[in-house]
Protein backbone atom coordinates (compact mmCIF):
# COMPACT_ATOMS: atom_id res chain seq x y z
CA UNK A 1 0.00 0.00 0.00
CA UNK A 2 1.19 3.31 -0.57
CA UNK A 3 0.78 6.88 -0.13
CA UNK A 4 1.51 10.10 -2.64
CA UNK A 5 2.70 13.02 -1.23
CA UNK A 6 3.04 16.17 -3.10
CA UNK A 7 7.38 16.07 -2.48
CA UNK A 8 9.42 13.17 -3.31
CA UNK A 9 9.12 9.54 -2.57
CA UNK A 10 5.54 8.04 -1.74
CA UNK A 11 4.93 6.69 1.95
CA UNK A 12 4.76 2.85 1.68
CA UNK A 13 3.48 0.83 4.77
CA UNK A 14 3.65 -2.70 4.78
CA UNK A 15 2.46 -5.16 7.69
CA UNK A 16 4.14 -7.63 9.22
CA UNK A 17 2.92 -11.10 11.62
CA UNK A 18 5.57 -12.28 14.17
CA UNK A 19 5.28 -15.76 15.94
CA UNK A 20 7.80 -17.13 18.20
CA UNK A 21 9.45 -17.65 21.62
CA UNK A 22 11.46 -15.38 24.22
CA UNK A 23 14.63 -16.33 26.53
CA UNK A 24 14.50 -13.98 29.16
CA UNK A 25 15.86 -13.50 32.49
CA UNK A 26 15.30 -10.65 35.55
CA UNK A 27 17.91 -8.57 36.60
CA UNK A 28 18.49 -8.06 40.21
CA UNK A 29 16.76 -11.58 41.24
CA UNK A 30 20.25 -12.71 41.97
CA UNK A 31 20.13 -15.73 39.29
CA UNK A 32 22.29 -15.43 35.90
CA UNK A 33 21.58 -16.69 32.89
CA UNK A 34 18.45 -16.59 30.30
CA UNK A 35 16.44 -19.24 32.11
CA UNK A 36 12.81 -18.83 31.36
CA UNK A 37 11.57 -19.81 27.99
CA UNK A 38 7.77 -17.85 26.41
CA UNK A 39 5.86 -17.06 24.02
CA UNK A 40 6.57 -14.26 21.55
CA UNK A 41 3.89 -13.05 18.86
CA UNK A 42 2.20 -10.19 17.13
CA UNK A 43 2.10 -7.51 14.47
CA UNK A 44 4.46 -4.50 12.85
CA UNK A 45 3.68 -1.91 10.39
CA UNK A 46 6.94 -0.57 8.01
CA UNK A 47 6.43 2.74 7.19
CA UNK A 48 9.12 4.41 4.53
CA UNK A 49 9.61 6.72 2.06
CA UNK A 50 12.91 4.62 0.66
CA UNK A 51 13.89 1.29 0.53
CA UNK A 52 17.27 1.74 2.56
CA UNK A 53 15.22 3.10 5.71
CA UNK A 54 11.81 2.93 7.62
CA UNK A 55 10.23 3.32 11.20
CA UNK A 56 8.82 0.37 12.54
CA UNK A 57 5.76 0.34 14.98
CA UNK A 58 4.66 -3.04 16.50
CA UNK A 59 2.46 -4.81 19.09
CA UNK A 60 4.12 -7.58 20.56
CA UNK A 61 2.47 -10.38 23.64
CA UNK A 62 5.82 -11.49 25.15
CA UNK A 63 6.14 -13.68 28.00
CA UNK A 64 8.85 -12.75 30.80
CA UNK A 65 10.15 -13.65 33.65
CA UNK A 66 13.19 -16.11 35.48
CA UNK A 67 13.12 -19.50 37.07
CA UNK A 68 15.88 -20.88 39.85
CA UNK A 69 16.86 -24.09 39.09
CA UNK A 70 17.36 -26.51 42.18
CA UNK A 71 20.80 -27.50 42.76
CA UNK A 72 20.56 -31.06 43.69
CA UNK A 73 24.41 -32.10 43.88
CA UNK A 74 25.10 -29.84 46.73
CA UNK A 75 21.70 -30.42 48.72
CA UNK A 76 19.90 -27.00 47.51
CA UNK A 77 16.44 -28.32 46.51
CA UNK A 78 14.64 -24.85 46.06
CA UNK A 79 13.22 -24.03 42.83
CA UNK A 80 10.67 -21.05 42.24
CA UNK A 81 9.21 -19.35 38.78
CA UNK A 82 8.26 -15.64 38.01
CA UNK A 83 6.20 -15.34 34.93
CA UNK A 84 5.64 -11.65 33.46
CA UNK A 85 3.29 -11.27 30.87
CA UNK A 86 3.55 -7.83 28.58
CA UNK A 87 1.92 -6.17 25.64
CA UNK A 88 5.39 -4.42 24.12
CA UNK A 89 4.85 -1.27 22.11
CA UNK A 90 8.33 -1.51 19.80
CA UNK A 91 8.77 1.91 17.91
CA UNK A 92 12.32 1.53 15.93
CA UNK A 93 14.26 3.48 13.35
CA UNK A 94 14.85 0.68 10.79
CA UNK A 95 17.96 0.06 8.48
CA UNK A 96 18.70 -1.82 5.04
CA UNK A 97 21.99 -2.62 4.29
CA UNK A 98 20.97 -5.12 1.81
CA UNK A 99 17.23 -5.59 0.37
CA UNK A 100 16.86 -8.88 2.42
CA UNK A 101 19.09 -7.65 5.45
CA UNK A 102 17.46 -4.93 8.02
CA UNK A 103 18.55 -3.93 11.30
CA UNK A 104 16.67 -1.52 13.87
CA UNK A 105 17.13 0.19 17.22
CA UNK A 106 14.41 2.10 19.34
CA UNK A 107 12.18 2.11 22.54
CA UNK A 108 9.81 0.02 23.47
CA UNK A 109 7.60 0.90 26.37
CA UNK A 110 5.78 -2.64 27.44
CA UNK A 111 2.28 -2.90 29.21
CA UNK A 112 2.10 -5.38 32.44
CA UNK A 113 -1.06 -7.63 31.70
CA UNK A 114 -0.23 -10.42 34.37
CA UNK A 115 2.24 -11.12 37.11
CA UNK A 116 2.77 -15.04 38.02
CA UNK A 117 4.97 -17.04 40.56
CA UNK A 118 5.20 -20.20 41.38
CA UNK A 119 7.61 -20.84 45.05
CA UNK A 120 5.74 -24.72 45.51
CA UNK A 121 6.12 -26.23 41.78
CA UNK A 122 2.01 -26.37 42.10
CA UNK A 123 1.57 -24.35 39.19
CA UNK A 124 1.02 -20.36 39.28
CA UNK A 125 -0.77 -18.23 40.85
CA UNK A 126 -1.05 -14.42 40.66
CA UNK A 127 2.35 -12.28 41.92
CA UNK A 128 2.06 -11.69 45.99
CA UNK A 129 5.60 -11.27 46.61
CA UNK A 130 6.34 -8.52 44.32
CA UNK A 131 5.02 -5.12 43.16
CA UNK A 132 5.63 -4.64 39.58
CA UNK A 133 5.25 -1.43 37.78
CA UNK A 134 2.49 -0.94 35.56
CA UNK A 135 4.77 -0.03 32.34
CA UNK A 136 8.09 -1.13 31.75
CA UNK A 137 10.09 1.33 29.80
CA UNK A 138 13.64 -0.65 27.69
CA UNK A 139 15.30 -0.26 24.75
CA UNK A 140 15.17 -2.61 22.02
CA UNK A 141 17.65 -3.69 19.24
CA UNK A 142 16.65 -6.41 16.08
CA UNK A 143 18.12 -7.80 13.07
CA UNK A 144 16.49 -9.82 10.38
CA UNK A 145 16.90 -11.78 7.20
CA UNK A 146 14.08 -11.93 4.58
CA UNK A 147 14.92 -15.41 2.99
CA UNK A 148 11.39 -15.03 0.36
CA UNK A 149 8.91 -12.51 -0.56
CA UNK A 150 6.77 -12.80 2.60
CA UNK A 151 9.10 -14.75 4.63
CA UNK A 152 12.14 -14.21 7.33
CA UNK A 153 13.39 -14.67 10.62
CA UNK A 154 14.07 -11.75 13.32
CA UNK A 155 16.28 -11.97 16.27
CA UNK A 156 15.45 -9.36 18.72
CA UNK A 157 17.03 -7.98 22.02
CA UNK A 158 15.25 -5.65 24.71
CA UNK A 159 16.19 -4.47 27.85
CA UNK A 160 14.49 -2.38 30.64
CA UNK A 161 15.75 1.10 30.84
CA UNK A 162 14.07 1.39 34.18
CA UNK A 163 13.61 -0.53 37.34
CA UNK A 164 10.13 -2.87 36.68
CA UNK A 165 10.17 -3.19 40.84
CA UNK A 166 12.25 -2.90 43.67
CA UNK A 167 14.32 -6.13 44.35
CA UNK A 168 13.34 -8.10 47.18
CA UNK A 169 14.55 -7.54 50.62
CA UNK A 170 18.11 -8.85 51.18
CA UNK A 171 20.42 -9.40 53.91
CA UNK A 172 23.39 -7.33 51.97
CA UNK A 173 22.01 -4.35 50.28
CA UNK A 174 24.02 -3.65 47.01
CA UNK A 175 23.90 -0.92 44.32
CA UNK A 176 21.78 -2.78 41.87
CA UNK A 177 18.75 -3.14 44.76
CA UNK A 178 16.24 -3.14 41.72
CA UNK A 179 14.92 -5.33 38.58
CA UNK A 180 14.90 -5.38 35.05
CA UNK A 181 13.78 -7.51 32.64
CA UNK A 182 15.92 -8.93 29.61
CA UNK A 183 14.78 -10.54 26.61
CA UNK A 184 16.04 -12.56 23.49
CA UNK A 185 13.08 -13.17 20.92
CA UNK A 186 13.67 -15.13 18.15
CA UNK A 187 10.61 -14.74 15.49
CA UNK A 188 9.09 -16.16 12.29
CA UNK A 189 8.24 -13.01 10.36
CA UNK A 190 5.45 -12.92 7.26
CA UNK A 191 5.11 -9.90 5.23
CA UNK A 192 1.42 -9.01 4.21
CA UNK A 193 0.84 -7.33 0.84
Not at 60 to 87: A, C, E, H, M
Request: charged fraction near 15%; avoid cysteine.
Amino acid sequence: MSVAWSQGDPLTFTAQLHMGFSATQVHGDQISGFNKFGVSAGATVDVRRSSRHGVQWGILYTQKGSRRVPDTKNGDFNSWRYRFTYIDLPLTKVWNPQPEWWWGAGLQPSILIAGEEDFYGAGYDELTYLELNSIDLGGVLHAGYQWSENMGVEARLSQSLLPISERPSQPVQRWDSFMMNMAIQWLFTWKLG
